[in-house]
T-cell receptor, first 114, second 110 residues
Framework: EAAVTQSPRNKVTVTGGNVTLSCRQT?????MYWYRQDTGHGLRLIHY???????QIGDVPDGYKATRTTQEDFFLLLELASPSQTSLYFC?????????????FGHGTKLSVL | QQKVQQSPESLTVSEGAMASLNCTFS??????FRWYRQHSAKGLEVLVS????GEKEEGRFTAHLNRANLHVSLHIREPQPSDSAVYLC??????????FGSGTRLLVSP
């Protein structure tokens, strides 16, 4: 089973604060994703990447930057955090080799912006 | 842009009765559909995957896909209280972008 590890598990910051969420996957998957989950919205795609140095914009990218430094590591950056970014964030990876590829999820990071 | 919608928003069934959940999508070229379960804002558990029209069964969980009608459903046979959770439909398009529905909250009463 592929392993996806997110850190931190919980984070509290203040409005205007600078936050970095980290994600590491150990199976050399090429695709990695950042989602946020809010009540009534399911999971919404923020950014995704198909390899080191690549970045694709998702459906709710405003206020977020992302960087894929290596095949294993994908970071989500909130440079001026706002209360609307309080959410549960999930990272996922996939090898995307065919139509039946699947996502492997981390356990999530709960972010609170006060 | 792919739109994925789930219905109902919430569903209560009695233990042992069939539970049926629905998911509609907007992009007819979508080729990869999965149902996930999530207990209390925890991690996501894959229940069943389906890639072609018809039916796919995984234990008590059965998915039905009809791409012409842009519809995929999940049926849970003999649901138990431990099946109470949020169920999420995920649809992948050809560009490897995976879009989720907003979820159905299922409550199974003893």
């Amino acid at each position: 089973e592929a392993a996806v590890t997110q850190s931190p598990r919980n984070k509290v910051t203040v409005t205007g604060g600078n936050v970095t969420l980290s994600c590491r996957q150990t199976n050399s998957h090429n695709y990695m994703y950042w989602y946020r989950q809010d009540t009534g919205h399911g999971l919404r795609l923020i950014h995704y990447s198909y390899g080191a140095g690549n970045l694709q914009i998702g459906d709710v990218p405003d206020g977020y930057k992302a960087t894929r430094t290596t095949q294993e590591d994908f970071f989500l950056l909130l440079e001026l955090a706002s209360p609307s970014q309080t959410s549960l964030y999930f990272c996922a990876s996939s090898d995307a080799r065919g139509p039946n590829e699947r996502l492997f999820f981390g356990h999530g990071t709960k972010l609170s912006v006060l | 842009q792919q739109k994925v919608q789930q219905s109902p928003e919430s569903l209560t069934v009695s233990e042992g009765a069939m539970a049926s959940l629905n998911c509609t999508f907007s992009d007819g070229t979508s080729n990869n559909f999965r149902w996930y379960r999530q207990h209390s804002a925890k991690g996501l558990e894959v229940l069943v995957s389906i890639f072609s029209d018809g039916e796919k069964e995984e234990g008590r969980f059965t998915a039905h896909l009809n791409r012409a009608n842009l519809h995929v459903s999940l049926h849970i046979r003999e649901p138990q209280p431990s099946d109470s959770a949020v169920y999420l439909c995920a649809v992948r398009t050809g560009g490897y972008k995976v879009v989720f529905g907003s979820g159905t909250r299922l409550l199974v009463s003893p």
